[in-house]
């Protein structure tokens, strides 16, 4: 099942070093990582069952109290002193998009690390299975392309592709040749074309050999 704290977490590390990437202000910085651990602070006052469940097969009843979480994030923190006015706010906004598609506002004006925290927070919420069914990282990666100049600025979008590994170690994957390969290791700025070994123990660097390609993972 998804848990909300490491999912917190994730979403903390990840946002983080999406911000680096982009040159964020550290003080920035330093907010968009509070406000990924309590963003979903407000799932635990919901009752509808959103785990490895997609939110857009629910009722419209169901929906909208899943939706409510945002708002419910943000009343928890309204009267905490210790937390400053952009977490919280960021709390609140952490499902909005920049073409007015995400909720509760509905708002376009969104900023930089509006869209980083929103962002990171979609990409892992597709590996936990938070509101959605549990997708591969390939999956998710593909899932977020789409999402560019459209739901967040290229450039935020691009700076976290460039963090994800599209196949993780260990993943078991068919290549274009038809043969089976394990990933092995990582090609730092090209997730897509990693270190694989075949099943007689060579090591294909697919940023060397060109006309090789992943095709699919297996089970």
């Given at each position: 099942s998804s848990d909300i704290y490491e999912h917190s977490m994730s979403v903390c590390v990840l946002s983080i070093l999406t911000s680096l990437k982009l040159n964020i202000s550290k003080e920035k910085i330093y907010e968009?990582?509070?406000?990924?651990l309590l963003h979903d602070l407000g799932l635990r006052y919901i009752t509808v069952d959103y785990d490895n469940k997609n939110i857009e097969t629910y009722s419209?009843?169901?929906?909208?109290?899943?939706?409510k979480h945002t708002v419910y994030g943000y009343s928890a923190l309204v009267k905490e002193k210790r937390?400053?006015?952009?977490?919280?706010?960021?709390?609140l906004l952490h499902h909005e998009r920049i073409d007015g598609s995400g909720y509760p506002l509905r708002t376009k004006d969104i900023t930089v690390e509006n869209q980083i925290l929103a962002l990171c927070e979609?990409?892992?919420e597709l590996l936990c299975g938070v509101g959605c069914?549990?997708?591969?990282?390939?999956?998710?990666v593909e899932y977020i392309k789409v999402q560019k100049d459209h739901?967040?600025?290229?450039?935020i979008v691009e700076a976290l592709l460039q963090l994800a590994a599209v196949y993780p170690t260990g993943t078991q994957v068919l290549l274009s040749d038809g043969s089976i390969g394990v990933v092995v290791g990582q090609n730092e700025g090209f997730p897509e074309r990693p270190n694989v070994r075949a099943k007689d123990g060579t090591i294909l660097n697919l940023l060397e050999i060109l006309n090789l390609?992943?095709?699919r993972v297996l089970d």
């Amino acid at each position: 099942s998804s848990d909300i704290y490491e999912h917190s977490m994730s979403v903390c590390v990840l946002s983080i070093l999406t911000s680096l990437k982009l040159n964020i202000s550290k003080e920035k910085i330093y907010e968009i990582g509070v406000a990924a651990l309590l963003h979903d602070l407000g799932l635990r006052y919901i009752t509808v069952d959103y785990d490895n469940k997609n939110i857009e097969t629910y009722s419209e009843k169901e929906k909208e109290e899943y939706k409510k979480h945002t708002v419910y994030g943000y009343s928890a923190l309204v009267k905490e002193k210790r937390v400053s006015e952009n977490v919280k706010k960021l709390v609140l906004l952490h499902h909005e998009r920049i073409d007015g598609s995400g909720y509760p506002l509905r708002t376009k004006d969104i900023t930089v690390e509006n869209q980083i925290l929103a962002l990171c927070e979609l990409f892992d919420e597709l590996l936990c299975g938070v509101g959605c069914v549990r997708m591969k990282v390939h999956e998710a990666v593909e899932y977020i392309k789409v999402q560019k100049d459209h739901k967040f600025s290229s450039e935020i979008v691009e700076a976290l592709l460039q963090l994800a590994a599209v196949y993780p170690t260990g993943t078991q994957v068919l290549l274009s040749d038809g043969s089976i390969g394990v990933v092995v290791g990582q090609n730092e700025g090209f997730p897509e074309r990693p270190n694989v070994r075949a099943k007689d123990g060579t090591i294909l660097n697919l940023l060397e050999i060109l006309n090789l390609v992943i095709v699919r993972v297996l089970d």
